[in-house]
């Protein structure tokens, strides 16, 4: 950030008296603007037994095989976020069965939610940010073309639970792990 959406004048990087992080703060008006994560919220729709993936026509990671998910926007709930992510990157609809995974990944500043759901019916196709989607079998998904490790985790833990027929709310982290490579 460089300029306040206040007033337009520059802004700095400072901690503001009363506060312990580093903030944006207008050197002129004083306004303060905080930045605060991004919800990505998302479906694990199935459909007798197999999940729906959508492949992306969008990046980052065009070409590997998401669940259909994406960014909630302003006056909406993460449930109404994440059946609309399905019905615009799937053109599905889905009755949303309950929470499932909530996992942090700080060292981007997101949450990702995912809601498991039913599709309602076996309609569905590709959307705009999708270059096909496609029904899997458990066995067959399609692992080393995932699109993202929250989408991963999601799917590993539903596979756990499909097999002990529980199906909890999982609540993980993915952090990222800096190796000598990345210093």
């Known amino acids: 950030m460089k300029y306040c959406s206040t007033c337009g004048h520059l802004v700095e990087q400072r901690v503001p008296e009363g506060d312990n992080r580093h903030r944006y703060v207008c050197i002129s008006c004083e306004t303060i603007h905080y930045q ?109 073309e995932l699109s993202f490790p929250t989408v991963r985790r999601t799917l590993e833990l539903y596979l756990e639970d499909v097999q002990k027929e529980h199906f909890p709310v999982h609540v993980d982290d993915i952090r990222y792990r800096m190796t000598s490579h990345d210093q």
């Open 36 to 144: 605060n994560p991004r919800i990505v919220a998302g479906t694990v729709p199935v459909w007798q037994g197999q999940v729906l993936l959508c492949r992306r026509a969008i990046e980052p990671r065009y070409g590997y095989w998401t669940l259909p998910a994406g960014f909630m926007e302003n006056s909406e709930t993460t449930l109404e976020a994440a059946t609309r992510e399905t019905r615009e990157e799937a053109l599905a609809e889905v009755t949303v069965d309950n929470l499932y995974t909530i996992i942090h990944v700080p060292h981007i500043d997101q949450v990702h939610m995912f809601y498991r759901a039913t599709l309602t019916s076996e309609d569905f196709g590709a959307g705009e940010e999708s270059l096909e989607t496609k029904l899997f079998a458990l066995e067959d998904i399609p692992w080393d």
